[in-house]
Each structure stands twice: as structure tokens, then as C-alpha cells.
């Protein structure tokens, strides 16, 4: 059966959902660039049965021949996502780090993290990827590669902690992995006709130890906080302030986070020196500042609302606690 809709965080609102690439599908239904792709719904591709290497998200390839008027802004994808650069070159960023791909570079983002493609758009370019889903719905949480990987235990096991361990998410890629990577899309080219599974099986088997062949031949500094739940928090707290507008109380921060409430507290303490209401306070205010100084044309109930605060009276009155003027103030 196909995976269930992949989130991050569960609770009463759901948040990170896998990307869909709709500006890359419509771009190639506007005939901007050559777009290939197989896969499982929701990214476009064309769909494989859904009993059939359901861990497989989606692997293809597009091709621009000049410079495009779009970009694949921050998204997270739900699974391990290697791309290639075979030809041309590519702005991408990682977590807030910006990198300059030029051909023959391979990416390796970990599951959910925050990346991009464009700055803001894509350049003339051919880009080859992969998702595999490895099960991880938090940071913290095992991963567990599909069944039909024939890669021995003490392989995926090194693999893994290469993957999850690494925070360096650019290589230049050797021939081998170029090699792969053309094989996965001369299979997505066929798959208009039919889908070989056994030979998409053994190129993506092929792929992944040339890529523990790669990493293993590096000197890695491996950081086993990635994965901590400490890290998990942080990244909670860090995507805080773009869900400002949620009806927020502790126990929803904690049940988002997958802990009880007065672990989440002592986290979020260690982390911020700030109970999670007051951490939670100090973003409303910071994000209703920058408003009332970059959008007059909003009003003061509306800023409010806007930043998650109940009334404006309340508004202006924490306003008011924290930073010893009146939101109108800030206007002049």
C-alpha cells in the first residue's frame, strides 16, 4: 500500500506535509522545461502502482535549456533526497546555507530538512533526483530502509549513520554515481511505456553503495545531535515564528513535539532561557514590531491578529509590558 500523508509534527494542526513541486510541473505543462518523473501521488510523476516500491516517493529529472522565471522555494521533502547536477549550474541552500552547484555535484538532503532550489529562480540546468521514504516523522526516529534493498546490514547500518550524522549536504560526485543517476532516467523515460522494477531496484541498489563508497572514502565528522531530541525542539522553536497565528497553549507545543509537557518545558528552557509562553511572547512581539513599521497599511487589531494575540486591548497591553511604548508608536 502507498505510505500514509507524511507529516512532522502531530497534534491538533498539522504542519510539514512532503513537497509537491508545483511550480516545476507547471513550468513543464507551460513548455518551459522537459520534466520527467516516476513515482507516488502527491508529487507529479507518473504513478506507479501503489503496491509497488511504495518507498520510492519520486525519482526523475528535468532539463532547462535557458533561465527560468521559477524556483523551488524552502520545502521539506518526507524522505532521504539525493539530487544531481549533470549539467549547468544551480543555487541551492540547506537549513539558511547557500551553496553553488555546478555540474557533477551530488546533494544529500536528510528527511524533512529545510532546503531550496533557485535563488529565487532556477538556471539553465538538467537536475536528476531521488526520494526514498525511510519512515521518519521526527528527527529522532530510526530509519527504516525498504525491504527491498539487498545492501547487507553492516552496509546500510554504516550508510545510515553517514547519512543521518552529516551536516554536509554537497559532494562532488564521481563518475560512477553520473553513471547511476543517467541509468534512473533512461528507466523514467520508459516508464511512459512500462515501469521495470527490478532494474529501477538494482540501479537504486547500485546508486546507494556508490554513495557509501563515496562518503566512507571521506574523512566525516559525524554529529550524533542531529538526531537528539534536543535538536528535534530546536527546530520546533526555530519554524516557531511562521505559525505565530495558532491558538498556541503548552500542551499543543508539546504534543507537536511528540513529548509530555513538562519535558517540553525544561527543553525549551535549556534551549531559550524562556518558558515556551514567554519564548512564544517574545516572537509575537518581535513579528508585530516589524509589522507595524514595514506594513502601515495594517491596522493595529489587524498586526494583532495577525501575530496570534487575542484582542488588541491584550495586544496593546503586553506590547506595552515589553517594550515600554505603544504599538502606535512604532509609526512614528
Not at 19 to 38: M, N, S, Y
Not at 73 to 80: C, Q, T
Not at 148 to 155: C, D, F, G, T, V
Not at 231 to 253: C, K, N, Q, S, Y
Amino acid at each position: 500500500m502507498s505510505s500514509p500523508r507524511p507529516v512532522i509534527f502531530h497534534g491538533p494542526r498539522q504542519w510539514y506535509h512532503a513537497d509537491t513541486c508545483r511550480p516545476l510541473e507547471a513550468a513543464a505543462q507551460a513548455g518551459k522545461v522537459h520534466f520527467q518523473a516516476i513515482g507516488h501521488p502527491p508529487y507529479p510523476c507518473v504513478p506507479m502502482p501503489s503496491r509497488l516500491l511504495p518507498e520510492l516517493r519520486t525519482l526523475g529529472y528535468w532539463d532547462a535549456r535557458d533561465d527560468q522565471a521559477w524556483g523551488l522555494d524552502w520545502h521539506r521533502n518526507e524522505g532521504i533526497e539525493f539530487t544531481y547536477l549533470a549539467r549547468g549550474k544551480a543555487d541551492f541552500a540547506v537549513d539558511g546555507c547557500d551553496y553553488h552547484l555546478r555540474h557533477g555535484h551530488l546533494t544529500i538532503t536528510r528527511p524533512w530538512q529545510r532546503h531550496r532550489v533557485g535563488a529565487p529562480h532556477v538556471t539553465a540546468s538538467r537536475l536528476q533526483w531521488l526520494i526514498l521514504d525511510v519512515g521518519v516523522r521526527r528527527p529522532n526516529q530510526s530509519w527504516r530502509w525498504p525491504k527491498w534493498l539487498i545492501l547487507s546490514e553492516p552496509e546500510l547500518s554504516r550508510l545510515t549513520r553517514l547519512l543521518r550524522y552529516n551536516e554536509h549536504p554537497v559532494w562532488r560526485a564521481d563518475p560512477h554515481i553520473a553513471q547511476r543517476f543517467e541509468m534512473l532516467s533512461g528507466l523514467c523515460d520508459e516508464a511512459t511505456t512500462r515501469i521495470n522494477a527490478t532494474r529501477l531496484k538494482l540501479c537504486i541498489n547500485e546508486l546507494l553503495l556508490e554513495v557509501l563508497d563515496l562518503l566512507t572514502s571521506k574523512n566525516i565528522a559525524l554529529d550524533q545531535t542531529l538526531t537528539s531530541t534536543l535538536r528535534h525542539i530546536e527546530l520546533f522553536l526555530a519554524d516557531l515564528r511562521h505559525h505565530l497565528d495558532h491558538p498556541w497553549t503548552v500542551d499543543a507545543m508539546a504534543d507537536h513535539c511528540g513529548l509530555g509537557r513538562t519535558r517540553f518545558a525544561h527543553y525549551c528552557r535549556q534551549i531559550t532561557n524562556l518558558s515556551p509562553l514567554e519564548y512564544l511572547t517574545r516572537l509575537r512581539i518581535e513579528a508585530a514590531e516589524n509589522l507595524l513599521r514595514s506594513r502601515p497599511e495594517m491596522s493595529v487589531t489587524q498586526v494583532a491578529m495577525a501575530c496570534g494575540f487575542s484582542s488588541s486591548q491584550y495586544f496593546a497591553t503586553v506590547f506595552r509590558q515589553r517594550t515600554g511604548r505603544a504599538p502606535r508608536d512604532c509609526r512614528m
